[in-house]
């Protein structure tokens, strides 16, 4: 069964001090630390393009599992809506060549955001499974900064650039559980690009993630015969403070489980949950996980990650 | 095991007549029908989006099985690299609403081209087993005329707008066997999208689907050890005429086994191979069946179809 070997990352050196560019908006540190959660936003080189994105988090992930080996790589998965160029050719392609993988490998994107992260999961592990693969990466690289106007306050204050790599393969330490999708289109316009630029509903992107995402996860809880008790850490998609402080406020009771870690990152998209889960994997307190992601779409996305027992 | 249940699409009504088009750009009638294949390319209006492709694939797909009900589908993936709008959101999204499928629905754009519906089967069988799901919707929807500049003779000859849909699930005819994958990102500006035009190096296309074909085939043969005359049909993505006789003319003995059939399409990227299966699942005397997409990426995809015999 194919499962989650190892997470790497990528973070730009480059960074945007949050609390001065508040005080440009008139926010106020407190503003900044309590709604937004982000002291620093990283920012890509204009020099760097997406694919560099991937390949940068993917030569970071060769670094720290020096068992997977670039020449048994079976595919290479990107999620990203700011892929290079203008949608074709895809993304995938051209990292498969900065990487020097085989052209043998397997490669796509995913077009989906914030909850792209757990259906890319899904979506590989199936994909390989199916065709029969052994090892493959699961990137996410969407640098909003491409797309983001710097005056708007809105996103301005709210994305930071990251990517990540994660390894998929055989006797893995963590196995993907069960798993919940959905979909609504009818607030698609609430995050959207329009004329190069990010264009996004706050009120409505925040009232969709504190309703929608609290029931999905009790949804999810439900399918999988536990209780909200029973899972050691929810890492949710950073979407900002204040939604994380809204859908944990639901579960009162075990809402220290609920990681919020965004300060020097952000929301970073798709990249959040890998970035949670990047060095805390391999906490031994840790047994069960539930990933939440949310946003784009609207689509969200909730699974249950449990560890391997036998690999222990 | 999931498998094909059945494929429908969408042709738009308006044509470019590319005999006329031909004679514009000094090329004869004889040059059409031998190299390009395709006497019309049928052109979406100006007022269709790409999600309303989708619909109107999806919607087709509905009135031909009537056992697939609108409120089982929980999945609905579209293969497309010019979807609605900038990137984001994806237009899996846009078209749930547009269909007015359920929000349980988990959709997402896989962003690949001419490989893209033998990608899109294995993906979406593999994730549709991964995560328990028992009907789903594969849409191929990339409609060229949004990127096509009409006085480039190069693409303006060769590319038809069409969608399709297949059904994927339980119990199906058709079952999808061993599959190979290639990508070569080095060739990835031989076909690209640069300031919203379509650009294309037609000898680099031409010759790499000309070399990388037929010896993927062959590959794909000896895995699931077979040779070329125990299948039945080759349909492969219909890139121009000229190709389709280049890769045919490597298997002199069953060279009439590989399906031409571009002439009132053109080429239609994702949806050529579908738009090959969708009335010729139901033939009797067809039981293997070779699919192959190749295009841009570079990327390239070949699969055995496999009649279920319990089934028939």
């Given at each position: 069964?194919?499962g989650i070997?190892?997470?790497?990352?990528?973070?730009?050196?480059?960074?945007?001090?949050?609390?001065?560019?508040?005080?440009?908006?008139?926010?106020?540190?407190?503003?900044?630390?309590?709604?937004?959660?982000?002291?620093?936003?990283?920012?890509?080189?204009?020099?760097?393009?997406?694919?560099?994105?991937?390949?940068?988090?993917?030569?970071?992930?060769?670094?720290?599992?020096?068992?997977?080996?670039?020449?048994?790589?079976?595919?290479?998965?990107?999620?990203?809506?700011?892929?290079?160029?203008?949608?074709?050719?895809?993304?995938?392609?051209?990292?498969?060549?900065?990487?020097?993988?085989?052209?043998?490998?397997?490669?796509?994107?995913?077009?989906?955001?914030?909850?792209?992260?757990?259906?890319?999961?899904?979506?590989?592990?199936?994909?390989?499974?199916?065709?029969?693969?052994?090892?493959?990466?699961?990137?996410?690289?969407?640098?909003?900064?491409?797309?983001?106007?710097?005056?708007?306050?809105?996103?301005?204050?709210?994305?930071?650039?990251?990517?990540?790599?994660?390894?998929?393969?055989?006797?893995a330490e963590w196995e993907?559980?069960?798993?919940?999708?959905?979909?609504?289109?009818?607030?698609?316009?609430?995050?959207?690009?329009?004329?190069?630029?990010?264009?996004?509903?706050?009120?409505?992107?925040?009232?969709?993630?504190?309703?929608?995402?609290?029931?999905?996860?009790?949804?999810?809880?439900?399918?999988?015969?536990?209780?909200?008790?029973?899972?050691?850490?929810?890492?949710?998609?950073?979407?900002?403070?204040?939604?994380?402080?809204?859908?944990?406020?639901?579960?009162?009771?075990?809402?220290?489980?609920?990681?919020?870690?965004?300060?020097?990152?952000?929301?970073?998209?798709?990249?959040?949950?890998?970035?949670?889960?990047?060095?805390?994997l391999?906490?031994?307190?840790?047994?069960?996980?539930?990933?939440?992601?949310?946003?784009?779409?609207?689509?969200?996305?909730?699974?249950?990650l449990?560890k391997n027992?036998?690999?222990?």
């Open positions: 069964m194919i070997k190892g997470v790497a990352s990528f973070l730009p050196e480059n960074c945007i001090d949050n609390i001065t560019q508040a005080l440009r908006f008139g926010e106020s540190e407190d503003f900044i630390q309590k709604k937004i959660g982000a002291r620093k936003l990283p920012r890509k080189t204009g020099g760097d393009d997406t694919s560099d994105l991937v390949v940068y988090a993917v030569e970071a992930l060769f670094k720290k599992y020096p068992a997977l080996k670039r020449e048994n790589i079976d595919a290479l998965v990107v999620v990203t809506q700011n892929g290079d160029g203008e949608g074709l050719p895809h993304t995938a392609a051209i990292a498969q060549e900065k990487l020097g993988l085989s052209t043998s490998v397997a490669a796509f994107d995913i077009s989906l955001g914030c909850s792209g992260y757990v259906y890319g999961l899904y979506v590989l592990k199936g994909f390989m499974e199916a065709v029969g693969f052994r090892n493959a990466v699961l990137v996410t690289a969407d640098p909003y900064s491409k797309v983001i106007d710097d005056g708007d306050r809105v996103t301005a204050l709210l994305f930071g650039d990251a990517s990540t790599a994660t390894w998929l393969g055989l006797d993907l559980g069960p798993s919940h999708f959905g979909t609504d289109g009818s607030g698609s316009d609430y995050l959207q690009v329009k004329e190069q630029r990010l264009q996004m509903n706050g009120r409505q992107v925040y009232n969709f993630a504190a309703l929608r995402v609290a029931p999905h996860i009790e949804e999810l809880l439900k399918t999988a015969n536990l209780s909200a008790g029973d899972i050691d850490a929810y890492c949710l998609h950073q979407g900002s403070m204040a939604i994380l402080e809204a859908i944990s406020r639901r579960f009162p009771e075990i809402k220290e489980r609920f990681v919020k870690d965004m300060c020097h990152t952000g929301n970073t998209v798709s990249s959040s949950i890998p970035l949670l889960l990047e060095d805390r391999g906490l031994e307190e840790w047994n069960r996980i539930i990933i939440s992601g949310f946003g784009v779409g609207l689509s969200w996305a909730s699974a249950l449990i027992r036998r690999k222990q």
